[in-house]
Every structure is written in structure tokens, then in C-alpha cells.
């Protein structure tokens, strides 16, 4: 008898808890769950990708992204008006690069964040780790993103979509990025070997990409393998690992490709025959030395099917009619 009455007041309680959540209109939607809801109600507390709770009372007005990536996204979805600041490298689209400027990497400008009034700021995992309570302190919602594949990437548009009451917007990004992916493999569909790839971040020390440390991922890496290449350092589990110039040649890639922008340019094949050794690597015999925009493949953001496109088109021309 008393574990009926005990039951009975237990059931009482849930529903009186479910009774209050659905009073206060509070709404939860993890960053990881498959779908999004049809529209965003607030108040919404959204769980982003690095597990923080955010709590978004009203639908954001006035938003500031901290990363070129975040913001590629937040114009992609249709949001380039509601934005009011970016950090320093945020240049695309191109109304992006006239907006506010409110620090790098290395640091955002708390002040001047502060003092345009943000009601939502757009993170990138890196900055949390390092001034995150900084940020917290302006008492403006902050979410995070971090994408180390293409779901990641996908995740971060849908987290963006909901915070901002756009999801619908959101689902169509993912569904035109994965049509760019699969037309890809689809003129890729009859290549048998991979062609083996030596992608060069930096030249002193060497630096490439690897496969990602666990639960990280490597998306450039990622991109390199969807574009129909095969990595030659895709054993080693760092994101940026440092390599030797032995390894390189022992690897004999039969292509190399280096990311260029306004601060670099790729080396020409003679360049890279004057490094010792080089001279006997395949890539360089051949001369298939190729050049990708930095900012194309480098951005976890909604031109990754651009990029994967763009460096398919550099390793098999012929399967693209070029």
C-alpha cells in the first residue's frame, strides 16, 4: 500500500515537471541529434558541439562570429544581415569582409565585442579553450563550433540554424553540400587506385596532414580522400604532424598539392627538385605539383563541397571533361 501511494506521488512529480517545462516554453536540442525541430521556440537551451549548455531566450538579432568558417556559415544560411562583427580573417562572401573586425585567433577584442552588442556570439573550439571564461563574462550567449570531418561540419550548420530560428535553411545547406559531395564520387566511381597524395602545410619543418587524433578528425584529410586521393601520411594520427624529408621520399607521392593564398604560393617543380632526394619523387618527375585556394579547403564551412570539388578536378581532370 505504501509503495502505491509512494508511486503515485512520484508520478505526480514527473508530471508536474513536464507540466512547468511546457509552461515555460523551454525547449532542448542537442547539437548531435539527427534532425532539428521545424521551428526554433524560445526559450532554447541548445547543447552545442563541445557539450555546453547555452540558453538562447529570444531569436538572436545581432550575432558576431570569431572564425572565417562560422561566418561562411552564417551568410550561407541567409543570416549576412543580422551579423554585426567578424574576426580578423573573415573574408567571404565579400559584404563579410566591410563588417566590424573584432580580433583573431591569437585573441578577441572583448571591448569592442562588447560594445556592439551582440546577442549571440558564434565560436570556434580553439578560442573557448583558451578565452572562454573571458567571453562567458560579457553575459551574451556564446555556442561553439569544431569540425574535424564533414558531419562535424554539418553539425555546426544545423546547431547555427537553430540558435538563429532557420532550420529549414539549415537542412537544405547540408542536403546541396552533400549533392556537391556526391556528384564527386559519382565521376570518381571508376577509379580503382587512388592516386597518392602529399598535401605540404609548411615547408621548415615539413609539415602535412594526418588521419586526427581520436574523436578529432582531420577534415582536410577527410576532403583529400573524398576528392579521390589517398593520403601518404594517413597513419599518423595527429592533425598537423611534422614530417621528415625522408619520409616524404620513401613515400613517393604521385602528387603534391600546397595550399595557396595571399601570403603563399606553391613552389614550382624545379623548387622542389632542389630539395635533396626530391628529384626521384614521382610527383616531381611527372610535374604534378598542384595549388589549392587556402581558404577553399582549409574552412570547415559550407565550401567544403566546392573544395572537394575543385581538388577533384586537379587530380583527375579527364574524369571531369577537363
Known sequence: MNRKIMNRKMAMLVALAVLVVA???????RARQPQPPIATEYPLTLVDIVERQVVINGEPQRIISLSPSNTEILFALGLGSRVIGVDDF??????????????GFAGPNLEQIAALQP????????????????????????IVLFAGNVQHVYTGIRLVA????VPAAGEALVAQIQSELDAVAAALKDVSEPLRVY??????????????????GSLIAQLITLAGGQNIFSDLQDNYPVVSSEQVIARNPQVIVFPVGPWSSAPTPEDLARRPGWSEIAAVKSGRIISIE?????????????????????????????
Open 23 to 29: 509552461v515555460a516554453g523551454f525547449t532542448v536540442w
Open 90 to 103: 573573415s573574408n567571404y562572401p565579400e559584404a563579410a569582409a566591410s563588417l566590424p573586425k573584432v580580433g
Open 119 to 142: 546577442d549571440l556570439i558564434v565560436a570556434d573550439s580553439l578560442q573557448w579553450t583558451t578565452y572562454g571564461e573571458q567571453l562567458t563574462s560579457l553575459g551574451v550567449p556564446v
Open 162 to 165: 537553430v540558435a538563429a530560428n
Open 199 to 216: 598535401y605540404e602545410i609548411w615547408n621548415d619543418p615539413l609539415m602535412t596532414v594526418g588521419s586526427g587524433k581520436p574523436n578529432q
Open 294 to 322: 587556402d581558404d577553399l579547403i582549409s574552412r570547415p564551412g559550407p565550401r567544403i563541397g566546392q573544395a572537394v570539388r575543385t581538388l577533384a578536378e586537379l587530380l583527375y581532370p579527364d574524369k571531369f571533361g577537363k
